[in-house]
């Protein structure tokens, strides 16, 4: 066995495994003293009949999609294209500047962004648009909770794209952009005909990547609203998961049942990555880019 | 359209690029430029194409200054070493391109790159992509994607560096050729001189960022104007050997290591004072012979139809071409009889020729 498979033999399907097995009982904290039952399906069938089974698939959805559209690979691609087509150090300065949110603590961050949307005068926003006049605004994020629950989401997510968009960009061959210029290509036509076609790789492989890992994640959401506010308004897969199995709210953790929640998500990772595996060939996508190839 | 280069300067801080370039061609000529890697010929190419700024001084198309014309208004077609054929594009999206920014009607650009493919003998293989062709197939592409929209100027950059030898040869005659029927001005990068000496018109030499010579083969090849193009061109190089002129009863004398030679009169009498020159000869001018200088056979080289000596006469290394079925072999001592009707002198110091 190799170091590699033993990892991820350990390390990711011990623990889907052990998930799935979990995912089976009515192992909770309302009947730890008791000894446990394999209820089969339960688990299953309790979570397609939730109530709010609709609102958080929805929920789901919206907040992948959007926040993949306009950060994740949007604003992505139109940083790493801004970014090269001005100086080159100043274009590396600036990508830096983007990986900032990237490396604050979550807790930071989010403190951050609740600080930015209070109501004023302690808000930060609020304190601006009372400069234009817009005083009493409301807690801007009760009232968007959305807009917020995705720019959060994205201006961090959107370093990844663009780190990959950025390098994928520098290694396209120079004399394919002279070319184009001599054969008459204004910018947009270039971005147009040539670097966004040489891109298709990195684009899907940033797509796929980061919808697997928007499913997954939900420390900002629980951090900037819970999944609030009112009931289940933000509220998303992994976090209803998250919530279900280990959130001490009112101390009912059902882990057996939060399983269930998790192990949908682990088999769409899983299915996923082998389509991607299958159609991206990763092999390829690490390879050096092919200049002056004969 | 002629093209003419005033001064023209490129640098980025200390690094210079091409420093003050004066050159001017004619309507329909083929024009080469030649010079070691890192001269500036990619650079003064580049800024001829309007992708480079000019630091200092003038671009001039037909008379017009063009500093500020942005490339795609400046009606020229390209070709690289690299071909820079776009990866994702088949051979007809690659030579039609040009014409489809042009937004010419999809029947017309059909016709029109069906018949630059056909004359460039790719006609079969318009529906493959670069990566399925071969490098002399992708250089035809190039070629045709610089033809399709009748440029008033074509630029080539080392186009020919990537091809196996025999390629080159042919893609080589059939540049020229083209060119000749097209009757397009062209400028061409190389450094490899017997590409720049066999297709060129004339020959504009590059060292270090400054053009060196401006002239027509013939002219670089028996008048070279530096102890640098006298080297660079022609092919085995030339000979430089350090010597000393004398004048004795109006005949001139070459002195050197083991070497004694007569000079004739209308070279000897330009070097009269500096009496210290390097004298340069090719190896084609130098023959085995009865009586000359002597010396010992270091290293044969057979180049097929003549075998390259290397000639130790002391310290001094000549090369010379000799008759394979002399039987020369390493080691002999042979006599050489050094043609000085030809011999090039130079100024050790400033490296000028002492002659043009
Ligand atoms: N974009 C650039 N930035 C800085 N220096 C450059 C740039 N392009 C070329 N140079 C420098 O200018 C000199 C001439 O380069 P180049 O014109 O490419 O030479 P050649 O084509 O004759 O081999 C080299 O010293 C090179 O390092
Ligand atoms: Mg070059």
Redesign the interface.
């Given at each position: 066995m190799t170091p590699a498979t033993l990892l991820v033999t350990v390390f990711f399907f011990v623990p889907a495994l052990i998930l799935f097995i979990l995912s089976l009982t009515d192992l909770a904290s309302s009947n730890f003293s008791e000894p446990w039952h394999f209820i089969g399906l339960l688990n299953y069938q309790r979570m397609f009949s939730d109530r709010f089974f609709p609102k958080i698939l929805g929920n789901t959805i919206r907040y992948v999609t959007l926040t993949l559209i306009f950060f994740n690979v949007g604003l992505a691609l139109l940083l790493a294209l801004l970014t090269s087509y001005i100086n080159r150090r100043a274009g590396f300065f600036f990508r830096m500047l983007w990986l900032l949110p990237r490396i604050t603590p979550s807790v930071v961050y989010i403190v951050m962004w609740r600080r930015m949307v209070q109501q004023a005068p302690f808000g930060i926003i609020n304190q601006f648009l009372g400069w234009f006049g817009l005083s009493q605004q409301p807690h801007l994020l009760n009232e968007h909770p959305w807009l917020f629950v995705i720019l959060a989401n994205g201006f961090v997510g959107a370093s990844f794209g663009m780190l990959i968009f950025s390098s994928a960009i520098e290694s396209i061959p120079k004399d394919l952009f002279t070319a184009a210029k001599v054969d008459g290509a204004s910018t947009l036509q270039i971005i147009r005909d040539i670097t966004l076609p040489m891109l298709r790789w990195p684009l899907l492989f940033v797509t796929s990547y980061q919808t697997l890992s928007l499913l997954v994640s939900f420390e900002y959401i629980l951090l900037l609203t819970n999944g609030g506010p009112g009931l289940f308004t933000t509220e998303v897969w992994a976090l209803t998961s998250y919530k279900r199995a280990l959130s001490t709210y009112f101390g009912t953790n059902q882990w057996g049942y939060g399983a269930a929640w998790g192990l949908v998500l682990v088999v769409i990772a899983i299915t996923a990555s082998v389509i991607y595996l299958r159609v991206f060939r990763f092999d390829d996508l690490v390879q050096e880019p092919k200049i002056d190839v004969l | 359209m002629k093209v003419e280069l005033t001064n023209l300067t490129k640098r980025w801080g200390d690094v210079v690029g091409a420093e003050g370039i004066d050159l001017s061609t004619k309507d329909g000529e083929f024009v080469a430029f030649l010079g070691p890697s890192g001269c500036g010929k990619t650079t003064t190419l580049?800024m001829i194409?309007?992708?480079y700024k000019p630091t200092v001084g003038e671009i001039l198309f037909d008379d017009r200054v063009v500093n500020t014309v942005?490339?795609?208004d400046?009606n020229?077609?390209?070709v690289?070493?690299?071909y820079?054929l776009?990866?994702?594009m088949t051979v007809f999206q690659n030579i039609g391109?040009?014409l489809k920014?042009?937004k010419v009607p999809k029947d017309e650009l059909q016709k029109h790159v069906q018949r630059v493919a056909d004359m460039m003998g790719i006609g079969h293989l318009m529906d493959r992509k670069p990566?399925q062709l071969?490098?002399g197939q992708?250089q035809r592409v190039a070629l045709g994607?610089a033809l399709i929209?009748e440029p008033q100027l074509l630029?080539f950059d080392e186009p020919l560096s990537?091809l196996d030898a025999r390629l080159r040869l042919s893609m080589r005659s059939e540049i020229k050729r083209l060119q000749m029927d097209l009757g397009i001005t062209s400028i061409y990068v190389t450094h490899d001189q017997i590409e720049a000496m066999t297709m060129a018109d004339r020959v504009a030499v590059m060292k270090d960022g400054h053009l060196q010579a401006f002239a027509p083969p013939d002219e670089l090849y028996d008048h070279p104007k530096t102890l640098f193009i006298a080297g660079f061109v022609g092919n085995p190089p030339m000979n430089f050997i350090e010597v000393e002129v004398k004048q004795e009863n109006g005949s001139y004398q070459v002195l050197g290591p083991g070497i004694h030679l007569d000079l004739p009169a209308d070279r000897g009498e330009k070097v009269a004072r500096s009496s210290k020159v390097i004298m340069g000869i090719r190896p084609e001018d130098i023959s085995l012979a009865d009586t000359g200088v002597k010396g010992e056979v270091y290293l044969i080289e057979p180049l097929g139809r003549d075998d390259l000596l290397d000639v130790r006469i002391g310290e001094t290394a000549v090369r010379v071409l000799a008759d394979p079925a002399l039987g020369v072999r390493m080691r002999d001592t042979v006599t050489l009889h050094f043609n000085t009707d030809t011999a090039q002198l130079f100024d050790p110091d400033t490296e000028q020729s002492l002659l043009w």
């Open positions: - | 580049l194409a309007g992708i942005p490339p795609k400046r020229i077609g390209m690289f070493q690299s820079a776009y990866p994702h391109y040009p920014l042009q990566a071969s490098g992708q994607r929209k630029l990537n």
